[in-house]
């Protein structure tokens, strides 16, 4: 007879989602998942089948909270502006203290190398086409901009979201506007 579960999945991987985020995947160990995650070893394996199954699951968590900025962004008829107020909401999203973690998935894509799970890569592939496609969308608002402007300026944006995910985790909120302000005096 199968044992049942003593905890809800949702909530070992929110826990588990948060700790691959202050720390990152390589120094994440089984034994730090085990203890924040509340749950031992055996039970990670037969729910996950090893720490790349709590990872990428952890990246799917990650994905459904950002996916309520990027639904208020998809709603906003406000073009650039849109945008710009997106890159505010994000700083807010990532806080944990006065310093943000960034982005889990920029950490990730930072912290990565060629030789990555092909899964992880996809999971980073598929979010980063999502939000570059979701600022292309916003950005077609405006009839004066022909199609090539609007891919560079969406590539630009992503990269800089990027930018400003990763400068969240080391500077102070001034100095993030200042980066924003910049950004969007060239879009």
Do not use: P
Not at 83 to 101: H, M, N, P, R, V
């Amino acid at each position: 007879m199968a044992r049942k579960k003593e905890y809800i999945e949702e909530e070992v991987i929110e826990k588990a989602m948060n700790l691959f985020w202050r720390n990152g995947y390589q120094t994440t160990s089984m034994q730090m998942l085990e203890k924040e995650m509340g749950i031992n070893k055996f039970s990670i394996y037969a729910s996950f089948g090893n720490k790349n199954g709590v990872f990428i699951e952890s990246l799917k968590c990650y994905n459904q909270k950002l996916n309520q900025l990027m639904s208020k962004l998809k709603a906003s008829s406000n073009g650039i502006s849109g945008i710009k107020e997106y890159f505010y909401d994000f700083i807010e999203f990532s806080k944990e203290t006065e310093i943000a973690k960034g982005c889990l998935i920029t950490n990730t894509a930072n912290e990565i190398g060629e030789g990555a799970d092909q899964k992880i890569k996809d999971v980073l592939t598929n979010f980063t086409d999502n939000v570059r496609n979701v600022f292309s969308d916003i950005l077609k608002q405006d009839k004066t901009k022909n199609r090539d402007v609007i891919e560079h300026q969406a590539d630009y944006l992503l990269i800089a979201m990027f930018g400003l995910s990763s400068a969240t985790r080391i500077f102070n909120q001034t100095q993030l506007d200042n980066y924003i302000d910049n950004i969007f005096k060239n879009v």
